[in-house]
């Protein structure tokens, strides 16, 4: 079974400035994907990025990008340039995309927080 | 396009009553899901359905959760009788074979038993 650690439950970041949150997961998969969700207090969740194991170039999407580690099984997000709107709960995922496994494991999020 | 609705958005019950939450995917998803999300956590999944099929429905409590999906589309997610310790939101997700694996979520439903 595969599962997915967020040691760190609450970070702070002051606006304007870079933040990265951590993720560890541990699976004997070869395939699969890792996403980071966002969810702010609304409880809508946006997926923010997406990542396939395969590629070993670091997925990016505006502000957000990722360092993958694939050999240390680690999938971390940075946030540039915090904005107000960034704080929510962030939750780190991974499938397996084959057959029945095709399911999300969530980590157990965490909260940022961005200061004004 | 109309993202993933759920409803109703909040349900205040009283242990031992039934409860129902709705679900309608976006247009064309074929795949949808329920998870269950309690305070703090990650959503964990109930039930995975592929048009009308449950395919995995292995964390689903049986003994006092169903859930269909008759004709493809829509989902109802049933509890009956309620407990104190399904308060939780319960969230729906979809998506579309080819999509990237990427899952659509709803505003969830936010369930108290009292």
């Known amino acids: 079974a595969q599962t997915v650690t967020q040691s760190q439950p609450e970070m702070s970041v002051q606006e304007a400035e870079t933040v990265t949150l951590s993720c560890t997961y541990d699976?004997?998969?070869?395939?699969?994907?890792l996403f980071w969700y966002k969810q702010p207090p609304s409880r809508q969740m946006i997926l923010v990025i997406r990542?396939?194991?395969?590629?070993?170039q670091n997925a990016t999407e505006n502000r957000f990008s990722v360092n993958f580690q694939k050999a240390a099984k680690s999938f971390s997000l940075k946030i540039s340039d915090s904005q107000l709107g960034d704080t929510a709960m962030y939750f780190c995922?991974?499938?397996?995309?084959?057959?029945?496994?095709?399911?999300?494991?969530f980590g157990k999020g965490i909260t940022l927080s961005v200061r004004p | 396009e109309a993202g993933v609705v759920q409803s109703p958005r909040y349900k205040i019950i009283e242990k031992k009553q039934p409860v129902a939450f709705w679900c309608n995917p976006i247009s064309g998803h074929n795949t949808l899901y329920w998870y269950l999300q309690n305070l703090g956590q990650g959503p964990e999944l109930l039930i995975r359905?592929?048009?009308?099929?449950?395919?995995?429905d292995s964390q689903l409590p049986k003994d006092r959760f169903s859930a269909e999906r008759l004709k493809g589309v829509d989902s109802t997610l049933k509890i009956q009788p309620a407990e104190l310790g399904d308060s939780a939101v319960y969230l729906c997700?979809?998506?579309?074979?080819?999509?990237?694996?990427?899952?659509?979520f709803g505003p969830g439903t936010r369930l108290t038993v009292t």
């Open positions: 990542q396939e194991a395969y590629k070993q």
């Open positions: 997700a979809s998506s579309f074979r080819g999509s990237r694996n990427e899952q659509y």
């Open positions: 699976t004997s998969e070869n395939n699969y994907y």
């Open positions: 995922a991974f499938m397996n995309p084959t057959g029945a496994n095709s399911k999300l494991t």
């Open positions: 359905y592929e048009n009308e099929e449950a395919v995995d």
